[in-house]
């Protein structure tokens, strides 16, 4: 819903008899503008209030002079008449209002005036009344008659504003109309949509139904809300909801709004900032950074605004006589000059003031400069180009001088001893600064606290003592060597070290209880490390190539990170709350590094413990109670690893390819991959908590012990050394597995699997590519198998599944997934299987050689024809069947697959037969099937379907036509999915298929 505020005319005015489009002429006419020159008429060029212009974002309600800051010409726009739709605003090519984010104040009372004068012209006074009704009034008029003078209230100024809603619908479009008020859209556009509902009788009531009035929505604004909401409003909102109305323009000038007048970088005119000036004589914070005429306008602040506290300027040339009227501003806390050259640039320049708190002059162009000011605490000369600075602030605590390169040693030590109270001094990059000017400094600053002395080549800190320092910063300090480590053990204080590239910088040793960060980086030539501090709690050392030795005893240290250190091989800590320690990369670190985190080598809550591509560690031990995660990755050289942390939840051991004994006893770890570790011969696992164990790749593992109560999962794929020993001990220790992986275990034989009868929760069995010739000890130890795989397992026998479909003594009874892919077994034992195990769900019979004709219709060689022993052959009625996925990929001595409806493959969802070279005929009809792969069957030549959930079909290199395509179409009307690439015989473009087959959704 759109919300019009309005509010109504209630001045005491003249008599008001002429009509609206005199008012509007009125507003319109000649309006002084801020710089006292009559501005031009605005209703030339706009041609009345009904046009499409007036919805432009700059339009004005109630003639606001709106300004931009480019010129002093600017136009004033009344109602929002303005022909270019850029509301008035006349900036002499330097922006609008959106941009600029001021408007023009001066012009109120030129408003006020204008009114008056309009109303002696005659004015007709409005009552609008809005209402909530989504249908348009039937009144067919908006303004119904002029109020004569005897009925105009001349005591409704004195009423409240209402915020009222209104209907959307409006009637037709009235010519003479003007609306007072522009409607600021969320776009930005300004909306002029008078309410053509209810016409307003001469006592200002709307004579319409009382429907309107019960809709009426009222919402009383008084000054002390608006000015509560308004104190949430920056600059730029300000200038925006000064154009409601008349209250919200008289709220948003309010003083309290603007006692911090920010011109920066912003073209103001002299005339327009002494106006601001007068406006707002109280104004405390003024900027004027990047502003034309810099000079006068400082000059026009300092002598009009009397309580001015702040002031900021800039980039522009400031004369002297601005110094020598400043102490007239007494009560100016802050001074901000920067990017500015004082004076003539041969003259010294005074800067007195008995009250000025904060003085910066950054980046300043001057001779001399002399400041005398008794209450200044903070100075900033930083960057200014002065090779003299005299200073008379007793009361100084904080000093930059920070890159005064044309500032002597002498003038460093006279402007910073005048200040005996100082607490800051900063002189970085002063790189004349010596020894014997800190000494004085030392001396009479007593109560120094942060000194920053970085870049400042000839200091060296050996006679200097400096007791009540807390923050020292030496960076890039060549003359810094481990004799000034003496000088600064001193600083018992000292809280904040910084000593990064101090190029001669070999040893630090120091021993400061209050020390809580130290950084040492790009110390190309440091050895030593030895800090002692019980408040140490951040340590920041890297790319320090020499460094070879680190002694650190602290309290409060809870990370240390040492990455790269190439040289390091001595650690030792005492930290007794350290948590984490990174120290990748530490290519020189022994195996005694793993006592100093085991149990006993002050450490005792580390948790987390990252020793990535730490080359040089071979045997690595640790007993911890408290670690928690451990990272050995890109270790190569480890050859045994023992670990016993029962608390160790995460352990990374890739890139360890070298690994040949491993003990984790006891850990907490749930879950552990070790098929990374080729050369593992020896393991040893116990975990109580562990759920999966990966042993895939460890071909020459013969001896493993593995405790592990809750494992549900072993994966010991290519394991080829294990033997039935050690897969005995594990299934006694481990009962609660439910997938065994034994892919390639040669070793292991019927003893092992006489052995799975203790897993009584064993589904899933993973026997392929191994020698068994018999799965008798498989179907008596795993009753409730589901999964069995016997991939490429040639060594079997027909006979060895007969049990699983023999009436007397049927075997794994719970059995839905039959994997005998790139076997040997005979077509007629293949056969019966898929007859008789009518409950399999998924069969994989890819790559079976042996693997002939899939006919499961009424010719002449069916199998279920020929007698069974189960005696299921002498019904006509084929077996109800629970397949789902059949694959029978690469069989090449498949030529014909015949599934009729009578074949019961009612659940059939999956069939793939791509790679069956020799395949000539499908016919399959099966009501659920959804996939069908023929890919790269090169001889397929008949191709019948009736399938009619059938979703994807893959033809890749087919020799179809394009009538046997038709066919399938047909008869497969939820096809969704079709891949006919490489079919010589079918010519139709991907968009002929398109539009042939429009149920089609992808093509390839």
């Given amino acids: 819903m759109r919300i019009w505020c309005f509010t109504c005319f209630g001045e005491k005015e003249e008599d008001c008899t002429s009509s609206t489009k005199e008012m509007s002429e009125g507003i319109l006419g000649n309006v002084i503008d801020g710089g006292g020159e009559a501005a031009p008429s605005a209703a030339a060029a706009g041609g009345g209030g ?148 209810g016409t307003i009788d001469d006592e200002g009531n709307d004579s319409s139904t009382s429907k309107a009035e019960d809709l009426e929505a009222r919402m009383d604004l008084t000054d002390d809300l608006l000015h509560m909401v308004f104190s949430f409003l920056d600059d730029i ?330 040289s390091l091989t001595s650690l030792a800590l005492q930290c007794q709350s350290l948590q984490e320690v990174d120290l990748t990369e530490c290519e020189s670190l022994t195996n005694s590094i793993c006592d100093v985190f085991s149990d006993g080598g002050g450490c005792p809550l580390l948790k987390s413990l990252i020793l990535d591509n730490c080359e040089s560690l071979t045997k690595v031990g640790f007993c911890s109670s408290s670690l928690v995660t451990l990272s050995l990755a890109g270790c190569r050289a480890i050859t045994s690893l023992e670990l016993k942390c029962p608390h160790l939840e995460q352990v990374s051991l890739d890139g360890c390819d070298h690994l040949e004994k491993a003990s984790f006893c006891p850990v907490g770890l749930r879950s552990l991959n070790l098929g990374i570790c080729p050369k593992l011969n020896v393991l040893n696992v116990e975990a109580p908590q562990m759920a999966l164990l990966e042993l895939k790749g460890c071909g020459v593992l013969s001896e493993a012990s593995i405790k592990c109560p809750l494992l549900t999962s072993l994966d010991a794929s290519f394991c080829s050394q294990l033997k039935d020993d050690c897969l005995s001990a594990t299934t006694a220790s481990c009962p609660l597995i439910e997938s065994l992986v034994l892919m390639s275990c040669t070793s292991v034989g019927l003893d092992g699997l006489l052995s799975l009868h203790l897993l009584p929760n064993l589904t899933c069995l993973d026997l392929s590519y191994t020698f068994l010739d018999n799965l008798l000890p498989v179907f008596e130890s795993c009753s409730h198998l589901k999964v069995l795989k016997l991939q490429a397992c040639k060594y079997l026998a027909d006979s060895s599944l007969k049990p699983l479909y023999n009436e007397v003594a049927r075997a794994l009874p719970a059995l839905y997934e039959l994997d005998l892919s790139y076997g040997t077994l005979s077509w007629l034992a293949i056969e019966e299987l898929l007859a008789c195990c009518t409950h399999l769900t998924h069969v994989n019979l890819s790559g079976c050689v042996n693997m ?78 959804r996939i069908l792969n023929l890919s790269n069957c090169i001889s397929l030549e008949t191709l019948k379907l009736d399938c009619p959930r059938l979703t994807s079909l893959s033809l890749l290199s087919c020799n179809i036509d394009e009538e046997a395509l038709e066919a399938v179409m047909s008869c497969c009307s939820m096809l969704e999915t079709l891949d006919v690439r490489c079919c010589p015989k079918i010519r139709m473009s991907v968009e002929q298929l398109h539009a042939a087959y429009p149920s089609l959704k992808r093509i390839y």
């Avoid at 004569?148 to 809603?165: F, G, T, W």
């Avoid at 920070?402 to 002063?430: F, G, Q, Y």
């Avoid at 030795?549 to 990370?559: A, D, E, G, H, Y």
């Fill in 50 to 197: 009904g046009n499409d212009d007036m919805e432009n974002d700059e339009s004005e309600g109630f003639g606001l002079g709106l300004h931009s800051w480019g010129g002093t010409g600017a136009g004033v726009v009344a109602g929002g008449a303005n022909g270019d739709g850029g509301g008035g605003l006349s900036d002499g090519g330097n922006g609008d209002l959106e941009n600029e984010g001021f408007f023009e104040v001066v012009n109120w009372r030129h408003f006020d005036q204008l009114e008056k004068d309009s109303c002696k012209k005659g004015i007709k006074e409005v009552n609008l009344q809005l209402g909530l009704s989504d249908e348009p009034s039937s009144s067919s008029a908006l303004f119904s008659a002029a109020l004569d003078r005897e009925n105009c209230d001349r005591d409704s100024h004195n009423k409240r504003p209402k915020v009222q809603s209104f209907s959307l619908d409006w009637g037709t479009h009235f010519d003479n109309e003007v609306s007072y008020l522009p409607l600021m859209c969320k776009d930005g556009s300004v909306d002029y949509k008078p309410d053509s509902g």
């Fill in 237 to 566: 909102n300000l200038c925006r909801a000064s154009r409601v109305c008349r209250q919200w323009r008289a709220a948003s000038s309010h003083e309290d709004f603007w006692r911090r007048l920010n011109f920066e970088n912003r073209p103001i005119s002299p005339a327009q900032f002494e106006d601001m000036c007068q406006r707002y004589p109280n104004a405390t914070d003024v900027n004027i950074y990047g502003t034309p005429s810099i000079h006068l306008l400082v000059m026009r602040a300092v002598s009009s605004l009397r309580n001015l506290e702040k002031l900021t300027l800039g980039k522009g040339q400031i004369a002297e006589n601005f110094f020598q009227a400043l102490p007239e501003c007494h009560m100016l806390k802050t001074l901000a000059i920067s990017d500015t050259a004082l004076g003539n640039g041969i003259q010294e320049i005074p800067i007195y003031h008995d009250h000025l708190h904060t003085l910066e002059i950054v980046k300043c162009r001057v001779l001399r400069v002399a400041i005398r000011c008794p209450q200044l605490q903070k100075l900033s000369l930083q960057r200014s180009s002065m090779p003299h600075a005299v200073l008379n602030c007793p009361l100084l605590r904080e000093l930059n001088i920070a890159s005064c390169h044309k500032l002597s040693d002498a003038a460093i030590r006279s402007a910073a001893t005048s200040c005996p109270l100082l607490e800051s001094l900063d002189m970085s990059n002063c790189s004349c600064v010596s020894d014997d000017t800190l000494r004085e400094i030392a001396l009479t600053c007593e109560n120094l606290h942060i000194l920053n002395a970085s870049y400042c080549p000839n200091i060296s800190l050996e006679s200097v003592r400096l007791p009540m320092l807390t923050i020292l910063k030496l960076h890039s300090c060549e003359g810094i060597t481990s004799a000034s480590m003496a000088a600064i053990a001193h600083s018992y204080m000292l809280e904040v070290l910084q000593l990064d590239n101090c190029s001669l910088l070999t040893s630090v040793s120091l021993d400061l209880p209050r020390l809580k960060n130290i950084s040492l980086v790009h110390c190309r030539k440091f050895i030593d490390l030895n800090l002692r501090s019980s408040m140490l709690s951040l340590i920041t050392v890297s790319n320090c190539p020499s460094l070879q030795r680190i002694n650190i005893t602290s309290n409060t240290l809870k990370k240390l990170v040492l990455q790269k250190q190439e």
């Fill in 852 to 929: 002939h004709d899939l006919d499961w219709g009424f010719g002449g060689n069916e199998i279920l024809e020929q007698p069974r022993p189960d005696g299921l052959s002498d019904e006509n009625k084929q077996p109800h069947r629970l397949l789902q996925y059949l694959d029978c990929v690469g069989c090449p001595n498949i030529k014909k697959v015949a599934i009729p409806p009578t074949a019961q493959c009612h659940y059939l969802s999956s069939l793939n037969l791509s790679l069956s070279t020799n395949l000539k005929e499908i016919d399959v009809a099966c009501c659920n099937l």
